[in-house]
């Protein structure tokens, strides 16, 4: 049985950091990313990793500010998030993916993470 458990959300004033942590079983994935649902909006790509070979993909809104990477000896996504700002305040979900996707069709997800920027 596939299971992605994410941790590491929280309150946070803005310019602060928090990581993210997505923890996957079950299986073994080629790709994996990270996704928010902000209150009244859809659920959109935030970043995501091609589990072999290591390449990174990143919204414009977050380039520069998040950082995702893995590790393959834990099974385990991170998303260090650095920066942060009010908008950043939405539910994070962890993804994971059978083939090469980056920005959809994700097979596989997580229950969400609430991440909350004050101002």
């Known amino acids: 049985q596939v299971q992605l458990v994410e941790s590491g959300g929280g309150l946070v004033q803005a310019g602060g950091s928090l990581r993210l942590s997505c923890a996957a079983s079950?299986?073994?994935?080629?790709?994996m990313g990270w996704f928010r649902q902000a209150p009244g909006k859809e659920r959109g790509f935030v970043a995501g990793?091609?589990?072999?070979?290591?390449?990174?993909y990143y919204a414009d809104s977050v380039k520069g500010r998040f950082t995702i990477s893995r590790d393959n000896a834990k099974n385990t996504v991170y998303l260090q998030m650095n920066s942060l700002k009010p908008e950043d305040t939405a539910v994070y979900y962890c993804?994971?993916?059978?083939?090469?996707?980056?920005?959809?069709?994700?097979?596989?997800w997580g229950q969400g993470t609430q991440v909350t920027v004050s101002s």
């Open positions: 990793v091609m589990w072999s070979a290591g390449s990174t």
């Open positions: 079950g299986r073994t994935f080629y790709a």
């Open positions: 993804a994971a993916g059978r083939a090469a996707v980056v920005a959809g069709g994700y097979d596989y």
